[in-house]
């Protein structure tokens, strides 16, 4: 089944949220429930400066140039506002503003981004699953198991949509040829989290691992698990575009404050084919991709445990939402 199509635009720009994981150690979900009036803003600053104690709050650097740094903060309106003043501060930016402003970023900016995503190599697959039977929306949605044991187990010890991710990003990524000795082997999350670490065929023996379809079935997995509504939550199989690098792939995204954000598993550590060797990496934050598009090129097909879209043929029993 054709399944190679959508991620350049969101990629780029998404990278500027990379930088240091968590500076103040905070799990982002968590700060969000205890201070509901803040809302995530991005802060471009003058080299040199600094603004920490002016918000009172978490800061995640997300880019830094030789002119300006970037810089994710969860503050008031009001406290934004009076960010603007201040002689050191270029611009403050909501996440929307923040999409629509990326042509005007300098170019020194956007060739940063672009070395960011070299530096992620993240991967892409080309999918190819079995036509789906007539009596199932889509077989996707066998992949999606919240109820799971195994997909339960890790749950428990999940207190937030920002901790499900941060526990994704840990998870190696190994191709399908490496571990599994084929092109392409979709596994099941109980089998992806059981499993794999005790393939011998596991470059990264002990630690859970597969390529991009697990890593995303898996996350949206442990997401409706700790009970994100299925209407906002979906896992996305499409062409992407990482830095000329283009093939299919599978990323999750979530409906957040009027938008819908991708959460990319495969930013994490990986093991590189080539090198033989195994390459850590702390993946992109969770709000990585709220404020800037990522790279997709064109996406095809929406899914999880309850919903199905298929977006060329417009088949499947999606939630309104999913149509817009």
């Known amino acids: 089944m054709k399944i190679v199509k959508a991620l350049i635009a969101l990629l780029i720009i998404g990278t500027l949220l990379a930088g240091a994981y968590h500076v103040f150690k905070s799990p982002i979900g968590r700060v969000e429930l ?6 995530d803003y991005l802060v471009q ?31 008031t309106d009001k406290k934004a506002e009076k960010l603007k003043q201040d002689k050191c501060v270029v611009r403050v ?17 956007k060739e940063a981004l672009k070395e960011k995503i070299r530096e992620l190599k993240l991967k892409r697959t080309v999918l190819d699953v079995p036509e789906v039977p007539e009596e199932l929306v889509s077989e996707y949605q066998l992949y999606v198991t919240p109820d799971d044991p195994a997909v339960q187990s890790f749950s428990g ?9 941060a526990t994704a990003v840990s998870w190696i990524w190994v191709s399908d040829q490496t571990l599994n000795h084929m092109a ?3 596994l ?26 697990e890593q995303a079935n898996t996350l949206a997995s442990l997401l409706r698990a700790e009970g994100v509504a299925a209407e906002n939550v979906r896992v996305v199989l499409g062409l992407v575009d990482f830095d000329g690098g283009i093939g299919g792939h599978a990323w ?21 084919d080539e090198r033989k060797q195994l390459v850590e990496s702390g993946g992109l934050p969770y709000t990585y991709f709220k ?7 064109e996406k095809w097909v929406y899914y999880n445990d309850l919903y199905f879209y298929d977006i060329e043929t417009r088949k499947g029993n999606p939630p309104s939402s999913w149509r817009r």
């Open 291 to 297: 404020f800037f598009p990522y790279p997709v090129l």
């Open 157 to 165: 010890q999940i207190r937030s949509s920002a901790e499900a991710y």
């Open 45 to 75: 600053i003058k080299q040199g400066c600094t603004i920490q104690y002016k918000t009172g709050a978490p800061i995640t650097i997300l880019l830094e140039t030789k002119q300006f740094t970037f810089l994710a903060v969860k503050i």
């Open 252 to 272: 999750v995204e979530v409906y957040d404050d009027g938008v819908w954000i991708a959460l990319e598993a495969t930013s994490g550590p990986y093991y590189d």
């Open 34 to 39: 205890q201070h509901q009036d803040q809302k």
């Open 184 to 186: 392409e082997k979709w």
């Open 188 to 213: 099941q999350p109980y089998e992806f989290l059981s499993d794999t670490p005790k393939y011998a065929s596991n470059p990264a023996k002990g630690r859970i691992a597969s390529d991009c379809s």
């Open 93 to 109: 930016l909501t996440p929307r503003e923040a999409r629509e402003r990326y042509e005007t970023l300098p170019e020194e900016t």
